[in-house]
């Protein structure tokens, strides 16, 4: 499965971005969603997950309640909606495609095999 990334951009303080993730190759419909983030010089960390259903979501607590996973499995797409945008939340965004087969909420990198390219995000104050 090809992932792309789509959306990002540069926002002030305050502002909201909508994120859109593309597969393609292959359904992702039954297989849970996530995105990560980059900062410059920094790891790449969690940011939310959905699972394969739609039905369940988890976020990482530093953007619970500014963002919000969604996904559309007929256009075979994930989505992040970030509002109240924050500089800190400046960073390289990435989708990605949880391992196993109608799973639960993927939570930790490990439970994610495939990755796509990421989009820019910049936050100015």
Avoid: H
């Avoid at 090809?2 to 926002?11: D, I, K, R, T």
């Avoid at 039954?30 to 259903?53: C, H, L, N, P, T």
């Avoid at 919000?68 to 509002?83: C, E, G, H, I, P």
């Amino acid at each position: 499965v090809q992932l792309q990334a789509c959306g990002g951009g540069s926002v002030q303080e305050g502002g909201s971005v909508r994120l859109s993730c593309a597969a393609s190759g292959r359904t992702v419909s039954s297989y849970g969603m996530g995105w990560f983030r980059q900062a410059s010089g920094k790891e790449r960390e969690f940011v939310a997950a959905i699972d394969w259903y739609g039905r369940s979501s988890y976020y990482a607590d530093s953007v619970k309640g500014r963002f919000t996973v969604s996904r559309d499995n007929a256009k075979n797409a994930v989505y992040l909606q970030m509002n109240s945008l924050k500089p800190e939340d400046t960073a390289v965004y990435f989708c990605a495609k949880g391992k196993f087969y109608r799973a639960s909420v993927p939570r930790n990198r490990g439970d994610f095999g495939s990755w796509g390219q990421g989009t820019q995000v910049t936050v100015s104050s």
